[in-house]
């Protein structure tokens, strides 16, 4: 079974810094891809970022392009979103996710941003950000 326990968020002003961390469980996660979706109030939940097992190639939602970013330590089993130049619309819960198919590499980039490829949530950060 596994578990994902996301930490970090928390009330800070705009254009402040988050950095946002996932711890998971078990022996999979070096080679799961892992992915960073948030929801704000009254809003779908929408896709952040996404890194491969492998960390060679990461994934970016429009709006959030060039100023968050996903790593990784397999070492440690968890997962960073380090979020700059925070707005008020990056108000939301964040959730990490966990894809359990091994090893995986999907052809199509749009892939990573579905829901429905994860098979794990973790609780979910709430990060909100003031004007």
């Known amino acids: 079974q596994v578990q994902l326990v996301e930490s970090g968020g928390g009330l800070v002003q705009a254009g402040d810094s988050l950095r946002l961390s996932c711890a998971a469980s078990?022996?999979?996660?070096?080679?799961?891809?892992m992915a960073w979706f948030r929801q704000a109030p009254g809003k779908e939940r929408e896709f952040v970022a996404a890194?491969?097992?492998?960390?060679?190639?990461?994934y970016y939602g429009d709006s959030v392009q060039g100023r968050f970013t996903i790593t990784r330590d397999n070492a440690k089993n968890t997962v960073y979103l380090q979020m700059n130049s925070l707005k008020p619309e990056d108000t939301a819960v964040y959730y990490c996710?966990?894809?359990?198919?091994?090893?995986?590499?999907?052809?199509?980039?749009?892939?990573?941003?579905?829901?429905?490829?994860?098979?794990?949530w973790g609780q979910g950060t709430q990060v909100t950000v003031s004007s």
């Open positions: 078990g022996r999979t996660f070096s080679t799961s891809n």
């Open positions: 890194i491969t097992w492998s960390r060679e190639r990461t």
């Open positions: 996710a966990q894809d359990l198919a091994p090893l995986t590499f999907y052809t199509s980039s749009t892939a990573y941003t579905r829901q429905s490829i994860y098979d794990y």
